[in-house]
């Protein structure tokens, strides 16, 4: 799938169920209502860019609940671990940039069977595609994505690095709570830097499309679903160079951001974030694994 689907720009919003189903989850009134209907993050924009017939629809229902059920009841313990770990360390000192980097590749580490599991729900709805839908879809991308580059690159670079410290400030600040002073002058200088981070974005998000599309000709042969895979599980190749050394600094430069943060915050930052682990364990554990 399309990682740059989603309509925020950057780092943040992978196409990554994790971050859509767990950390998305905090702000809901009831979790486990939530990550039972949420879709797993494919039925809401596949509908967007294709019209899906009843038998279609009713294929991508099943295999998406079976991707639920497996990620219940094999992936949310693992989460539970690692949350369990981040309070303990949060809870004992004020986390250096080496903890703060180990918690971040944890996170990371969740990505790769989640996409190697999703891969098969993905080419099962793809290689059911008559050829009026792949150009329904193929005409979809082009209009979303000149929508896209018309929204984001019509600013000014100024204007550009002030939404996303914006939409920066508003995620850091479900972890760390209400941002001060210092924490949001850190915000707006780190968003300052990022560069020409949304152009690169928008291209290798279109370089993504057309690949998808080229392997897409391809679909009634015996190599689609391999080449499919090597699409989502190698997303950051197949969308060019410039992504990837984007998407790397990207990486190092959030770790940094998260660490300066909490070091300009106080206690009540440390405190915010314990609860807010807390808080997602304690929804993990009261979720069951039972079909809806």
Sequence with gaps: MDTA???????????????????????CSSTKLAYRYADWGIVWWVEDYVTL???????????????????CSAELPRYQAWLDELEADVSNNLPDQATV?????????????????????AANLLSSLSDEQVRELADNMVQSQQEMENEFLADSPQATAKARAE?????????????????????????????AQTEIWLQGRRNWQLALLEVLKRRDEPTFEAELEYLILNSEEVRGNA??????????????????????????????????????????????????
Aim: proline share 4%.
């Design 5 to 27: 689907l989603f309509r925020t720009p950057g780092l943040f919003k992978p196409f990554i169920l994790i971050l859509v189903l767990a950390f998305g989850l905090v702000g």
């Design 53 to 71: 017939t009843a038998d279609q629809k009713q294929q991508l229902n099943n295999d998406i609940e079976h991707l639920r059920q497996w990620h």
């Design 101 to 121: 980097e180990y918690h971040q590749q944890q996170l990371f580490s969740f990505f790769p069977s989640l996409l190697e599991r999703a891969t098969p729900v």
């Design 167 to 195: 939409r920066t400030a508003e995620r850091v600040g479900r972890w760390l709570g209400e941002l001060n002073g210092e924490q949001r002058d850190i915000v707006r200088q780190w968003s300052a830097n990022r560069g």
């Design 243 to 292: 992504y990837k050394a984007m998407m790397a600094e990207s990486r190092v430069a959030m770790s940094s951001l998260m660490h300066d943060l909490i070091m300009a915050g106080d206690e009540t930052t440390l405190t915010h974030l314990q609860n807010r682990a807390v808080e997602l364990n304690n929804d993990f554990e009261a979720l069951t694994c039972s079909p809806a």
